[in-house]
């Protein structure tokens, strides 16, 4: 993999990225240049860091998120509990703000982020998620926690909470035993025509039995599942706000593919070559995806020996020899 990667680096460069070392390679994506560097590398590494978006996370941000509770905390590894916590906060606050009445999870997975919605937030949820085998784990999971969550459960204060039953959301009903819930149905939303039109037939069941403002949520949506969820957003507009955090960035097909997303911006993607050339390889979107620039990541990182290092550069060629072998075995399957 990093053979293949320098030879499609630049030339002029090529020598003088293979002789950096750990610390100093480490130190580039910060803005590091060297004086010996060729004029071309020093303005493209200067160039990249003024590029890079701030990263702080605002205030709110920290104080909207939310606690777990018995119904919600089981199975989540450390990460995940953060990643969960963190983002229903932000969902809670938009949905308050909009006056959303319902939200769509989208590649809800087994449903941990919907169940904390509902069960912690007050927040009805409809997950969609391509795999059977999983919506029907999370339903079972969301009927466990609601075993154990507070029986008095009500909607949040200022949230138009509606109902989910089937594969549809309905207006809330009041009283006891009507709070929020969170269904998962099985949805492969992947930009074909058929897809479009299921998802289109959800939201119009939705909009005909009163709810008309939604909000759309999706954690780690991979590659192309990311631009179909922005056209989603786009192009309905029941749909009043998105939360999302994209991943895998390198899996999005590039515009030689059919339907190709990469890049999202036209302007960009106007200055590309003529169709049916690769403009960028799927090594280099992997590494542009790397979390180097993350304060804390970057912390841990440079704090590794070189052992570690060393250790990491295996796993990581390992993983794309493996990589590259299932991938072959399942070219010859078919």
């Not at 006891?176 to 299921?198: F, R």
Request: a positive charge.
């Amino acid at each position: 993999m990093t053979y293949f990667f320098f030879c499609s680096t630049h030339s002029e460069w090529r020598d003088h990225l293979l002789q950096l070392n750990y610390e100093e390679m480490n130190a580039t994506p910060f803005g590091r240049t060297k004086d010996t560097w060729p004029s071309s590398l020093n303005e493209f590494v200067t160039t990249s860091d003024k590029l890079c978006l701030d990263r702080t996370v605002p205030e709110w941000v920290k104080e909207a998120e939310v606690k777990l509770g018995l119904g919600t905390r089981g199975g989540l590894s450390p990460k995940k509990v953060h990643e969960v916590c963190r983002l229903a906060g932000v969902v809670k606050c938009m949905c308050l703000k909009m006056s959303c009445q319902a939200v769509i999870d989208i590649g809800s997975g087994l449903g941990y982020l919907g169940r904390c919605l509902a069960l912690e937030c007050g927040v009805s949820v409809m997950g969609v998620e391509a795999k059977q085998e999983l919506t029907e784990s999370a339903q079972r999971m969301m009927e466990d926690g609601r075993r154990k969550a507070p029986s008095n459960l009500e909607p949040c204060s200022g949230i138009a909470t509606s109902c989910c039953h089937g594969d549809r959301l309905h207006p809330p009903k009041h009283g006891p035993g009507n709070g929020p819930s969170n269904v998962s149905v099985s949805l492969c939303l992947d930009g074909t025509a058929q897809s479009c039109e299921q998802m289109k037939g959800l939201l119009q069941q939705s909009e005909s039995v009163g709810v008309v403002r939604l909000g759309v949520v999706g954690l780690h949506c991979c590659g192309d599942l990311t631009p179909y969820t922005q056209k989603l957003f786009l192009s309905h507009p029941s749909i009043r706000h998105l939360v999302l955090v994209g991943c895998c960035y390198h899996k999005m097909r590039q515009p030689h593919a059919c339907g190709g997303h990469f890049p999202l911006s036209a302007l960009v993607k106007g200055l590309m070559p003529a169709q049916g050339q690769r403009i960028v390889s799927t090594l280099a979107l992997r590494l542009a995806a790397q979390e180097t620039r993350e304060s804390y990541v970057s912390v841990r990182w440079r704090k590794q020996s070189n052992g570690n290092h060393s250790n990491h550069e295996k796993q990581m060629a390992f993983r794309a020899i493996a990589e590259a072998v299932l991938s072959a075995q399942t070219r010859a399957l078919h």
